[in-house]
């Protein structure tokens, strides 16, 4: 029982954690600010994820997620980059270039 209930746990832990598995970006939203929000589809190759703040509220928390949108590239959990929209409610205009740019670093770091 004791070992059942030690597989649960490490299983959520790691489900919690899988958004910032590898290279991922991961937008955090709301319903009021889509119109601010980039398209995801510009990250096809990576591992994106996206999370609304009435539906996820406790990774809002957990992230420390001040503004809607935010958009945070991750590398193997760690926090590499954060943009976000501040009282606008709209990501910069070159926030994909600044993740791609991020992204671009992160891979020519592994030679």
Do not use: C, W
Not at 33 to 48: P, R, S
């Amino acid at each position: 029982m004791r070992s059942l209930i030690f597989l649960l746990l490490f299983s959520l832990a790691s489900y919690s954690q899988s958004y910032k598995e590898k290279i991922s970006i991961v937008q955090y939203s709301a319903e009021f600010a889509k119109d601010g929000e980039i398209d995801l589809k510009n990250f096809k190759a990576y591992n994106t994820h996206h999370f609304d703040l009435i539906k996820d509220q406790k990774i809002f928390i957990k992230e420390d997620i001040q503004f809607v949108p935010t958009l945070i590239l991750y590398q193997n959990g760690k926090e590499i980059k954060r943009i976000e929209a501040g009282i606008s409610l709209r990501l910069q205009e070159d926030a994909v270039d600044l993740i791609n740019k991020e992204i671009d670093d992160l891979l020519s770091s592994r030679f």
